[in-house]
């Protein structure tokens, strides 16, 4: 079975810090993508990066990075020069091929990821 | 161009009501997808769409009806109610299978 793992509920940093989010995922699947999404307050899922499987460089967008370790199954994500905006649920994401021809998403649990000011 | 909306924002519904959420998107995305979010786990599939026309089953689908009858319209219909389906639901599309982009969210609770 495939499976998505945010180890961390709760997370906290100081503004302008660095913090790294966990997330390891399990599959036998080849070629995948993984995501990153973020929920702020207002709910609204919005996507931080996405990374291919079969790319080994890391995905960065501006102060969001990740660490994709496919040996290990593992996903974190960076976020340098943490901003107060970024006080938010963090998701991690999984799609991989289905039977039925479309792609199958799991998410995590969530890392509430609180910015201190 | 409004991206993916969803209506209503809020509903109260008594069990054993039915009522139907809709989700609309303007960006001609082929693929549709309807989640739950519930406290403590992320997102769960109910069903998803592949184009107008069609509809599969996702991951939790017991207890609801999907129809995607207008490419830009993907529509979630729940008979009976249960206040099992007290829930947030989110309304995705997108342009490729690996590619979504979400809707504000549907807080629907279940008396």
Redesign the interface.
Known sequence: AQT?TQSQPEMSVQEAETVTLSCTYDTSENNY?LFW?KQPP??????VI?Q?AYKQQNATENRFSVNFQKAAKSFSLKISDSQLGDTAMY?C?F?A?ST???????????TRLKVLA | NAGVTQTPKFRVLKTGQSMTLLCAQDMNHEYMYWYRQDPGMGLRLIHYSVGEGTTAKGEVPDGYNVSRLKKQNFLLGLESAAPSQTSVYFCASGPLVYEQYFGPGTRLTVT
């Open positions: 998505v993508y999404y207002s709910r609204q899922m919005i996507l996405r291919e998701f994401a799609a091929p039925s021809g479309t792609y199958k998403y799991i998410f995590g649990t969530g």
